[in-house]
């Protein structure tokens, strides 16, 4: 069965995780107006034109219903469903269609539901599934949340370092193990790559428990990768400072301003340096008491 995902139009909202799914829907309605000549506008006032004439063809308004979903336009898209579950009371997307619309609308506890019954009954849809995993996030189900992220990571090819940080949120929350979250952490940087994302949280999980030099470690891998050193050695000498080893912290902040002072000078002041150089010599002068 062709499902609404199947055109891909709004699979870029579900592969964020809520937070940022939220705030999008929010800016795109906020400058609706702005944009009210865009394309996908355009679509939705053609698709109106012909509802006018053809008000139960349900394709129509199935085809308009998806493309408000894809921009976040949630209640437009909310008040197309009720009408399409009145035409089409036995058509199964629309369960599907509801727990996105409820998801996209900050509803993750009345999208789960919706969401789980299409996946149960289509368990190798990966964009399905990834929705529901981020309606278990959103509902604070942590342990659900988990093991639907790990079924999203294992059925698809193609990793997100999204998918593997939301995975290590939801375990720290369901309170897993540091070795657990950061085995999940690895996978992710072995399959990506050493993102900045997926290193800072791995650092973060091995500061938490401790191993300061593991979690320093980590951003070594970073600065050696980059020609540009000076923002990794800020951030090995905060993770020394938080882990109370103030005399390597204050080595990492002196040899960051060596790197900057290494820059050619119109690199110096730029902006980025200049924030920088003024933080890390905030830091040398707070005798690490920040």
């Not at 308004?61 to 898209?77: F, N, Q, S, T």
Request: proline share 4%; with cysteine.
């Amino acid at each position: 069965m062709r499902t609404p995902f199947g055109n891909g139009l709004f699979m870029n909202l579900l592969r964020m995780p809520l937070r940022l799914l939220e705030l999008l829907a929010a800016l795109v309605l906020g400058t609706a107006a702005a944009t009210a000549h865009g394309p996908f506008h355009e679509q939705i006032q053609a698709l109106t034109l012909e509802l006018q004439s053809k008000p139960e063809d349900v394709s129509l308004l199935a085809r308009r219903c998806d493309i408000e979903r894809a921009h976040g336009l949630w209640p437009e898209a909310m008040a197309d469903l009720v009408q399409l579950e009145k035409l089409a009371p036995a058509d199964p997307t629309n369960g599907l269609r509801r727990g996105v619309i409820l998801l996209g609308q900050g509803h993750a506890v009345e999208a789960v539901p919706y969401l789980r019954k299409w996946v149960e009954k289509h368990p190798d849809g990966t964009d399905e599934r990834l929705a529901l995993a981020q309606a278990c996030m959103g509902a604070k189900q942590w342990t659900h949340a988990t093991q639907e992220f790990s079924t999203v990571l294992a059925s698809s090819a193609e990793a997100r370092a999204q998918v593997f940080l939301d995975r290590a949120q939801c375990q720290q929350q369901a309170g897993d193990s540091a070795t657990n979250i950061l085995k999940g952490l690895d996978e992710g940087i072995v399959r990506i790559g050493p993102t900045p994302q997926l290193v800072r949280h791995a650092a973060e999980v091995e500061l938490l428990r401790g191993a300061v030099e593991a979690a320093v470690a980590r951003f070594g891998v970073l600065a050696e990768r980059s020609e540009r050193k000076e923002r990794w050695l800020f951030e090995q000498g905060e993770l020394f400072r938080r882990g109370g080893r103030w005399e390597d912290a204050q080595r990492c902040y002196s040899n960051a301003i060596v790197a900057l002072e290494s820059l050619p000078p119109k690199f110096q002041r730029s902006l980025l340096s200049v924030e920088l150089r003024r933080e890390l010599e905030a830091r040398l002068g707070s005798g690490g008491v920040r």
